[in-house]
């Protein structure tokens, strides 16, 4: 329910007939409960429900996004680094094989 001066959110004890809103300190009085009244709350609160969740689900759906786009930049960084890594260990074999070249013919082993 509403403060009808203020426009609060109140949550009114049905067992009192009287209220006054904590905000603006207006009388409120609480009218019996009918068949529409009682199918009003229902309607606004399955309303807030549903909004509620569309809301969840559409930030859920754009926070996947975000994580799927960091995934795919973090897989591109390990590919980049994998790649840099295996150019590393590409020079370093070749290094070492040509210091092993150049050592078994100062020994005499190359043939």
């Not at 019996?32 to 859920?60: C, M």
């Not at 897989?75 to 078994?104: N, P």
Request: net charge neutral; proline share 2%.
């Amino acid at each position: 329910m509403k403060c009808e001066h203020c426009g609060a959110t109140l949550e009114i004890d049905q067992l009192k007939q009287v209220r006054f809103c904590p905000y603006c300190g207006a009388e409120i009085e609480i009218k019996e409960e009918t068949p529409e009244t009682v199918a009003g709350a229902i309607h606004g609160i399955a309303k807030t429900f549903f909004s509620q969740t569309a809301d969840k689900i559409r930030y859920n759906r754009e926070h996947a996004a975000e994580i799927a786009e960091q995934k795919r930049k973090d897989k591109e960084e390990e590919a980049r680094r994998s790649r840099k890594m295996m150019m590393c260990m590409m020079g370093s074999l070749a290094a070492v094989t040509a210091i092993m070249v150049v050592v078994m013919r100062l020994t005499g082993a190359w043939g």
